[in-house]
Structures are given as structure tokens and as C-alpha cells.
């Protein structure tokens, strides 16, 4: 696929392709903050059942029980919206430490957040905590065999040099419901607006530069715009591309209101 600058307004560049193809292309940014693909293991769990009978041995889920969770875990387990590995955390983390300025923000699986601060370590970023939303409706656990997951963690670190940010004493800690209802888009797993505006808001200034390689749905390229920001995203999905240039297209402060002061 050829990379195209697929929307674009005075605050947002969204560009369609492949985010190792696309980089090279940026020059810099003050700031990444993005929720990229988990592991291809989540995306296996979520079409799969476990046995009460100790073996631990999946079963694969079937139709009827992937319409009754619903399409966003079909989504999910089809590989929709990619998987991650460690060669493509090694690529966001040489870029970033290339690139960006100040801070990096990256989303993960519980199982995976140990392989990215490694991987962004490694590039030569200066690792400095790892933050945690706390889902305040988080998804049940279906099975009802063991507990569900109540959090996603993410891998903070900043690019070598002084450190600051407008949260204060504010822990790493950010506890949002999930995106529910008329207002979530159409993706599988889109992070809530008001967890990106105050991530946004927190990490970053007026004018500065925010970059998201897995732009998605498009939330944080939305937070940035309407806290006064540049965005650039990166999305490999045609369709999702579209959802996120459609809502970009209504502005974003329509569409956030006063989820966060600015």
C-alpha cells in the first residue's frame, strides 16, 4: 500500500498506510501518545473459551457466542485491527528516540508492557513509570472462571533531558468508563475521550506536535485539536481511517464538549 495523506485540517494530518513507511516522512514531534494493536495472544483469547476442567486447553469460540459478546470481539479475534510484535515495537521505539522531543505514551496489554519498555529502553529512551487506566466498566469476564481484567496499562518514558508536565502531583492513574453507548465509534477497542483529553492535556502544551502511528478511530488526533494541538496519525485500516476522518471532519469540539477543560 501506498501511504496517503488520507485527511487534513489546520490542526490534523491523517495519513492510510503502513506506519514503518510513513515515519520516515516525519521529521519530528514533540510527542507520541498512542494505543496501538496488543498481542496476537489477546486477540486468541478473545475468541476462545477455556475449559472448567483445569486442562487449559482453549476452545474455539462459536458463532452463536461471538454474536452474543458481540462484533467488537469478532473484530478483535479476526485480526481487524493488526497485532503487535517486538520487531514493530523496536521500530516505534528507534523512531521515537530519533524524533521525538519530549514525551512517549504507549497503551498495552498487561502481558505485553514489559516487552515495550524494554524495546523503547533499548532505543535509547529514558523509561519513567508505568501509568494504568483503570476501567471503571470494564468487560466481565464471560467465562466466569477466573477474575476479569480491570485495567491497561501504559509504558511512559521521555526522550533524554529535563522532564516536565502540567499534571502536578497527579499519580499515574487515570479511571474512565469504556467508550459505551450512541457516542463510540466504529472500532473494535477505542479508548475513551476524556482519558485522551487529559493525557493530552497532562504530557503536552498549546502547539506542540503529537504523533499516533495507530491513529484508530482517531480519539487522540480529536484530543489534541481540541486542546489546542497539532496531531499527526498513522492508520493502516482503510475503514477505520474513514470512521476517524468522518469524526475529525465535525470538529472536534462539538464532539468533547467539556469532557476537560482546557
Known amino acids: 500500500m501506498t501511504p496517503t495523506l488520507y485527511y487534513t485540517d489546520e490542526s490534523v494530518s491523517l495519513w492510510l498506510g503502513d506506519c514503518r513507511e510513513v515515519l520516515p516522512m516525519i521529521e519530528s514531534v514533540d510527542h507520541l501518545?498512542?494505543?496501538?494493536?496488543?498481542?496476537?495472544?489477546?486477540?486468541?483469547?478473545?475468541s476462545a473459551i477455556c475449559t472448567k476442567t483445569g486442562s487449559g486447553t482453549p476452545k474455539r469460540m462459536g458463532l452463536s457466542e461471538q454474536k452474543r459478546r458481540g462484533g467488537a470481539l469478532q473484530k478483535m479475534a479476526n485480526g481487524d485491527i493488526g497485532v503487535m510484535d517486538e520487531a514493530l515495537?523496536?521500530?516505534?521505539?528507534?523512531?521515537?528516540?530519533?524524533?521525538?522531543?519530549?514525551?512517549?505514551?504507549?497503551f498495552s496489554d498487561?502481558?505485553?508492557?514489559?516487552?515495550?519498555?524494554?524495546?523503547?529502553?533499548?532505543?535509547?529512551?529514558?523509561?519513567?513509570?508505568?501509568?494504568?487506566?483503570?476501567?471503571?466498566?470494564?468487560?466481565?469476564?464471560?467465562?466466569g472462571d477466573r477474575p476479569a481484567v480491570g485495567f491497561?496499562?501504559?509504558?511512559?518514558?521521555?526522550?533524554?533531558?529535563?522532564?516536565?508536565?502540567?499534571?502536578?502531583?497527579?499519580?499515574?492513574?487515570?479511571?474512565?468508563?469504556?467508550?459505551?453507548?450512541?457516542?463510540?465509534?466504529d472500532?473494535?477497542?477505542?479508548?475513551?475521550?476524556?482519558?485522551?483529553?487529559?493525557?493530552?492535556?497532562?504530557?503536552?502544551?498549546?502547539?506542540?506536535?503529537?504523533?499516533?502511528?495507530f491513529a484508530g478511530s482517531g480519539t487522540t488526533l480529536f484530543a489534541a485539536k481540541r486542546l489546542g494541538r497539532q496531531a499527526i496519525g498513522i492508520e493502516l485500516n482503510e475503514q477505520f481511517a474513514e470512521v476517524a476522518a468522518k469524526r475529525l471532519s465535525q470538529g472536534a469540539l462539538a464532539l468533547f464538549g467539556d469532557a476537560v477543560n482546557s
Request: hydrophobic content about 35%; glycine content about 8%; proline content about 9%.
Open 33 to 46: 501518545i498512542t494505543d496501538p494493536p496488543y498481542s496476537a495472544d489477546v486477540y486468541l483469547r478473545a
Open 89 to 106: 515495537m523496536t521500530h516505534i521505539g528507534e523512531y521515537a528516540a530519533d524524533h521525538v522531543k519530549r514525551w512517549a505514551i504507549v
Open 187 to 213: 472500532h473494535p477497542c477505542p479508548k475513551p475521550d476524556a482519558l485522551m483529553c487529559e493525557l493530552v492535556q497532562q504530557f503536552s502544551d498549546p502547539g506542540d506536535t503529537i504523533l499516533d502511528p
Open 110 to 143: 498487561v502481558e505485553s508492557c514489559h516487552l515495550w519498555r524494554k524495546a523503547l529502553m533499548h532505543c535509547g529512551l529514558r523509561y519513567v513509570r508505568t501509568g494504568s487506566w483503570i476501567k471503571t466498566g470494564y468487560m466481565p469476564q464471560m467465562s
Open 152 to 185: 491497561e496499562p501504559c509504558t511512559i518514558v521521555h526522550a533524554q533531558g529535563p522532564m516536565r508536565w502540567n499534571g502536578g502531583g497527579h499519580a499515574a492513574l487515570w479511571s474512565y468508563g469504556t467508550a459505551k453507548g450512541a457516542d463510540r465509534p
